[in-house]
Each structure stands twice: as structure tokens, then as C-alpha cells.
């Protein structure tokens, strides 16, 4: 699984709420548009983080 963090839109301006979700390793490609989280796939996730600069930011 690949640990990621996801905001709408992919605005990574601060303030701007970010969720983090799990993916399978194999569905994680980046393309043009980086990568889409299809919640009906993905499952959020709230648990241990393995980025070490992650807080549960929240704005």
C-alpha cells in the first residue's frame, strides 16, 4: 500500500484541507494531472503516518 495525501483540486496552498488515503501500490501511477483518488477505491486513512512532517494538518 502507498500512503498518500490528497487536497481538492490538488492545491497545495496553506489553509487548504488535506485528507490521506490508502492505495494500492499498483494503482498508484501519477499522470498529467498527478494522481485521482476515487473514493470508491481508495479508503481514507487516519492512522500512523509514515511521512514524518505529518500533524493531521487540518486548516
Known amino acids: 500500500m502507498t500512503e498518500v ?3 481538492i483540486g490538488g492545491k497545495r496552498e496553506e489553509g487548504v484541507e488535506q485528507r490521506r488515503f ?6 498508484y501511477a501519477v499522470g498529467r494531472f498527478g494522481f485521482v483518488i476515487d473514493e470508491t477505491k481508495h479508503a481514507a486513512y487516519d492512522g500512523p503516518s509514515s511521512f514524518p512532517s505529518w500533524r493531521g494538518r487540518v486548516p
Open 5 to 7: 495525501i490528497a487536497t
Open 22 to 27: 490508502l492505495v494500492p501500490s499498483d494503482d
